[in-house]
């Protein structure tokens, strides 16, 4: 079965902190992708990899940088955190001849 | 810009009866459409994929439509379940990236 993890479930910062969010897959997968959910909202995505190294902007990039050294992790970062990305966080990954997403179980950051 | 919908307001239906759920889109001629299951709190799970060229595809109690004519794909659970309780999200791939766009999903509720 493939597994996405992702290091926290709840995270609370405070306002301007620097917030990392990081995300492991077991399944040597090159996609990898991140989204925020919100109510009303749906999954938006943020930012996506199809390689080490490699890096693409999604629909709502602002605010957001991710890094990807290794190809089984994925790291969202926040570089100043505000309350407006108070937020689910979750991560995905896919092989290359799939379209399937497989998802970690989320991350539920509150930003004060 | 690309837009997907879903029946924001929650379907309510009765043990047994089959649920049947509507993913509406503008602006694209997507290749597939995904749809996802998602529980309270936990990532999106895949259920089935419809490409552009099938009718309609079955897995088991679910039934997947994609008409491209009318930009829409119906999503049906038979014999449905307290157990199907959950949101079910559409998903299309507008960049042809296999980045996904999701809808914000329909919150089914089945009564025993």
């Known amino acids: 079965d493939v597994k996405v993890t992702q290091s926290s479930r709840y995270l609370v910062k405070r306002t301007g902190e620097k917030v990392f969010l990081e995300c492991v897959q077991d399944?040597?997968?090159?996609?990898m992708f991140w989204y925020r959910q919100d109510p009303g909202l749906g999954l938006r995505l943020i930012y996506f990899s199809y390689d080490v190294k490699m890096k693409e902007k999604g629909d709502i990039p602002e605010g957001y940088s991710v890094s990807r050294e290794k190809k089984e992790r994925f790291s969202l970062i926040l570089e100043s955190a505000s309350t407006n990305q108070t937020s689910m966080y979750l991560c995905?990954?896919?092989?290359?001849?799939?379209?399937?997403?497989?998802f970690g179980p989320g991350t539920r950051l509150l930003v004060l | 810009s690309q837009k997907i919908e879903q029946n924001s307001e929650a379907l309510n239906i009765q043990e047994g009866k089959t649920a049947t759920l509507t993913c509406n889109y503008t602006n694209y001629s997507p290749a597939y459409l995904q749809w996802y299951r998602q529980d309270p709190g936990r990532g999106p799970v895949f259920l089935l994929l419809?490409?552009?060229?099938?009718k309609e595809k079955r897995k088991e109690r679910l039934k997947v439509t994609f008409d491209t004519t009318l930009k829409q794909s119906l999503f049906h659970i038979t014999a449905s379940q307290p157990a199907d309780s959950a949101t079910y999200l559409c998903?299309?791939?507008?960049?042809?990236?296999?980045?996904?766009?999701f809808g914000s999903g329909t919150r089914l509720q089945v009564q025993p």
């Open positions: 995905a990954s896919s092989p290359p001849n799939q379209e399937t997403q497989y």
């Open positions: 399944m040597d997968h090159e996609n």
């Open positions: 419809i490409r552009e060229n099938e």
């Open positions: 998903a299309l791939d507008y960049t042809g990236r296999r980045a996904l766009t």
